[in-house]
């Protein structure tokens, strides 16, 4: 059974940085792209970033370029997200998910909240 | 980058159809046949019930279907049934990124 488990999301002052991880199991990862998409409370859905299966190449949605990084542990089967500078507005639950030809998103992980707050 | 364009809220009745539009522009929509549906019941995480326009992936009932036309493409659940009733989001790729709909929700009268 494919599965994606997101953790690290906590409260965490204006200006600060946090890394969220997500293991995945149940597939060969190191052969999937990979993505990050954000939900802020009660709004929809934001695609922040997404990383090639060998992490050679990345991309980001404009507002998050220099402040996100994404990368990945094909050994440890795991995606991570490197948050600085966070502001208010990128309070969010945070879902990883498995991303398929065609930028599609087949499989996602069940969330981390990420408020940013003082 | 800017979000494409759904309404905000749809309804039908049990077994009637609906129809959910999403508008984007010749830079995403228009420009690839990379659109997918996802599906969001509250507090869950979004299913894929769409890709590539109108393909369904497996376990997904055949009442749903896409559609696209120039700019905008469409998922239409037909037979609605209690448990249709969730949040919509359409996608679009739009060169190395992706850019999501505002959401639809869709109630079941």
């Known amino acids: 059974e494919v599965q994606l488990m997101e953790s690290g999301g906590d409260l965490v002052q204006p200006g600060g940085s946090l890394r969220l991880s997500c293991a995945a199991s149940?597939?060969?990862?190191?052969?999937?792209?990979m993505s990050w998409v954000r939900q802020a409370p009660g709004k929809g859905l934001e695609w922040v970033s997404t990383i090639s299966d060998s992490g050679d190449s990345t991309y980001y949605t404009d507002s998050m370029k220099g402040r996100f990084s994404i990368s990945r542990d094909n050994s440890k089967n795991t995606l991570y997200v490197q948050m600085n500078s966070l502001r208010a507005e990128d309070t969010a639950v945070y879902y990883c998910?498995?991303?398929?030809?065609?930028?599609?998103?087949?499989?996602w992980g069940q969330g981390t909240l990420v408020t940013v707050s003082s | 980058q800017s979000a494409l364009t759904q309404p905000r809220s749809v309804s039908g009745s049990p077994g009637q159809s609906v129809t959910i539009s999403c508008t984007g522009t010749s830079s995403d929509v228009g420009g690839y046949n990379y659109i997918s549906w996802y599906q969001q019941h509250p507090g869950k995480a979004p299913k894929l019930m769409i890709y590539d326009v109108t393909k369904r992936p497996s376990g997904v009932p055949d009442r749903f279907s896409g559609s696209k036309s120039g700019s905008t493409a469409s998922l239409t659940i037909s037979g609605l049934q209690a448990e249709d009733e969730a949040d919509y989001y359409c996608?679009?790729?739009?060169?190395?990124?992706?850019?999501f709909g505002g959401g639809s929700r869709l109630t079941v009268l």
């Open positions: 149940g597939f060969t990862f190191s052969s999937y792209a």
């Open positions: 996608c679009s790729y739009a060169g190395n990124s992706v850019v």
């Open positions: 998910a498995r991303q398929v030809r065609g930028w599609h998103f087949d499989c």
